[in-house]
């Protein structure tokens, strides 16, 4: 192996490891990764916790690592997995995140009308045919078309290597502790029965904690009332600035930005790769990052149209919008009231006013026992449900918890 592809990477989360595969080490080269580096791995979280600054590179690289150790692991365990099963499992993990747009997740089904997921696929493609097929292996293993079910499983499945990293990344980020994960632990104690990724039952304190950290992480976190009050005020400026731009208003906007607030693309454009103004599509799409987009607020701050200058201005000085959150939709009654006081305040239209509020529902489930059952491997070599062996209530963990959200500029006065 060429010396200068000997890459020591120090990660503030595992320390010190490296990636030996000149062929990893390449595409942590090529443009489509590298790109991620300027793509915030939590979206505008760091407008609440200041040092979730972190970005879907380095999430990758953590993801890639895990998977390394995971799949030592399990050839430890005596599952016979081939040095390219090996190499081509890293490469899907490693590039699994390679399709997110600007912002990670919150301009998601804004911006384009297509899952990251997929896109990430489709650049997958591209490489592989630059590479004459040397991602043939990993692209199956991704897309869950490979017969060795347990490997596909390590990339997307109830304890996948994306969620073992994240968790334990976003938590040294935001400094929220209670996120953090016994990893080191779980990835020990996975074992393979029946072509199924299961957890031997050692490991069965560590998968508790594991999914009482993914329950507190997302409303600490993910879901926490002022960052769902930052990322739909973004997605309302975008629409805004979509519709101006339907309309032929001149907005700045960076080249390839321009053309996604100027069309509506459709998956199929996607996967086509439709050339648009001399350049493929997707080729456009790689060219975005969140620099585009803050880049464009921040001009907009200055643009004649009130209501993109408003949200503009709220959003690059943090003059967020008051968020009230329920466990109940809010009544008629409330929202009519609301509508009232954003007509009369900011004098706008009735097809104008949803730009200035938003009545929201999300809703999280932590362990979804139907789809996605942890399997735990008893000393006798028998296969329980984790529901079975554990003995902590999972009701707790497998109901989907749903939470309303009412957004608004503080200047109203809605009680």
Not at 212 to 233: D, G, Q
Not at 299 to 320: A, C, F, G, T
């Amino acid at each position: 192996m060429d010396i200068n592809k000997r890459k020591i990477i120090n990660d503030p989360v595992f320390g010190f490891f490296s990636l030996q595969s000149e062929l990893v080490f390449d595409l942590i080269e090529h443009p489509f990764f590298q790109r991620l580096r300027r793509i915030k791995q939590l979206g505008l979280t760091f407008q609440v916790f200041p040092g979730a600054n972190h970005t879907r590179f380095e999430h990758a690289l953590g993801a890639a690592y895990l998977m390394r150790q995971a799949i030592l692991t399990l050839k430890n365990k005596g599952h016979n997995i081939t040095d390219e099963e090996a190499e081509a499992v890293t490469i899907a993990i490693l590039l699994h995140d390679i399709g997110h747009g600007p912002f990670s997740h919150v301009l998601e089904n804004s911006l384009v009308n297509i899952s990251h997921e997929e896109i990430s696929v489709l650049l997958m493609e591209e490489i592989n045919r630059e590479t004459g097929g040397k991602l043939d292996l990993a692209i199956k293993i991704f897309k869950h078309k490979y017969p060795k079910k347990y490997l596909c499983q390590l990339i997307a499945g109830q304890l996948d290597m994306d969620r073992l990293d994240y968790l334990g990344r976003d938590s040294f980020f935001t400094g929220v502790t209670e996120g953090r994960v016994g990893v080191d632990r779980i990835i020990k104690m996975l074992n393979v029965w029946n072509d199924n990724l299961v957890i031997e039952i050692k490991g069965i304190y560590s998968i508790e904690k594991f999914l009482i950290a993914r329950r507190l992480m997302y409303w600490l976190v993910y879901m926490h009332k002022t960052v769902v009050s930052a990322e739909f005020l973004l997605i309302n400026i975008l629409n805004r600035a979509k519709e101006l731009a339907a309309k032929g208003e001149k907005l700045f906007a960076t080249p390839s930005f321009s053309i996604f607030l100027k069309n509506q693309f459709q998956p199929d454009d996607f996967r086509k790769n439709i050339s648009v103004e001399g350049m493929p599509l997707l080729k456009h799409f790689t060219m975005l990052d969140d620099n585009d987009i803050m880049a464009s607020v921040k001009v907009w701050q200055e643009h004649p149209d009130p209501i993109l200058s408003y949200l503009s201005k709220s959003l690059i000085n943090r003059k967020l919008f008051k968020v009230i959150a329920s466990d109940k939709p809010f009544p008629a009654k409330k929202i009519k009231k609301l509508k009232t006081a954003v007509k009369n305040q900011f004098n706008v239209t009735d097809n104008e006013i949803g730009y200035y509020y938003i009545d929201q529902e999300l809703t999280n489930i932590a362990y979804s026992k139907d789809s996605e059952n942890i399997k735990i491997l008893s000393k006798k070599g028998k296969i329980v449900e984790f529901s079975q062996a554990s003995d902590i209530n999972i009701s707790a963990f497998s109901k989907v918890v749903h939470k309303f959200f009412l957004c608004f500029p503080k200047e109203l006065d809605i009680n």
